[in-house]
């Protein structure tokens, strides 16, 4: 059972380029997270999706970044017109439920986002 | 006040010592509590898991949950340089809609 998978593992992208990262959850979930963590920083939530539902998306900018979680495919985190304070650690986490026990979430290895 | 508070460290014990961790958290109806490992240039890794009141144990890790103190805790014994890491505390607030992570206590073993 393959575990979360995201893709591009490193990512480059020059100031204004977009940037699209990855996330296929683990099977059997439908509940996916989107995080960013800075050098020697916590993560800082920034979108909860279901299969084709944004729930919580307090923690996005609300301008040039977008996410997404298809019926078929993997969720999409989109960066537009990237800047360098965009450059990260981009984790994605899927569940297989909300609340209670089925709550845990496990993520994948990230995408590093530079920017230059 | 933030939602999910831990000290951030470094918190240092010598091998074979127990390692007490802290979190304290916000939001009075969460449901669900976490701890993560995290290891640098590393994806965190869920290593426990509470939902009642009390004490659960795992291997060499104990979580305890107080909720109506708003306070979960993570006790590793027998302390390895292994465990040498960055601990991240997880509260699913309201029960449900978003998973919000501590900043992380920064452990060091010394052996």
């Known amino acids: 059972n393959a575990g979360v998978m995201q893709n591009p593992r490193h990512l480059v992208r020059r100031r204004g380029q977009e940037a699209r990262l990855r996330c296929s959850p683990m099977k059997g979930h439908s509940h996916v997270y989107w995080y960013r963590q800075l050098p020697e920083e916590g993560l800082k939530f920034m979108v909860y999706?279901?299969?084709?539902?944004?729930?919580?998306e307090s923690g996005m900018p609300k301008e040039r970044f977008s996410a997404e979680f298809p019926k078929e495919g993997p969720s999409i985190l989109r960066i537009q017109q990237v800047v360098r304070g965009d450059s990260a650690a981009y984790f994605c986490?899927?569940?297989?439920?909300?609340?209670?026990?089925?709550?845990?979430?496990?993520f994948g290895q990230g995408t590093r986002l530079t920017v230059v | 006040q933030k939602e999910v508070e831990q000290n951030s460290g470094p918190l240092s014990v010598p091998e074979g010592a127990i390692a007490s961790l802290n979190c304290t958290y916000s939001?009075?109806?969460?449901?669900?509590f976490f701890w993560y490992r995290q290891y640098s240039g590393k994806s965190p890794e869920l290593i426990m898991s509470i939902y009642s009141n009390g004490d659960k144990e795992d291997g060499r890790f104990t979580a305890q949950l107080n909720k109506a103190s708003q306070y979960v805790s993570l006790l590793i014994r027998d302390s390895q340089p292994s465990d040498s890491a960055t601990y991240l505390c997880a509260v699913n607030l309201r029960d449900g809609n978003k998973l919000v992570f501590g900043a992380g206590t920064i452990l060091r073993v010394k052996s």
């Open positions: 939001d009075r109806v969460s449901q669900s």
């Open positions: 986490a899927s569940s297989p439920n909300q609340g209670g026990s089925g709550a845990e979430a496990f």
């Open positions: 999706l279901q299969k084709e539902n944004i729930i919580d």
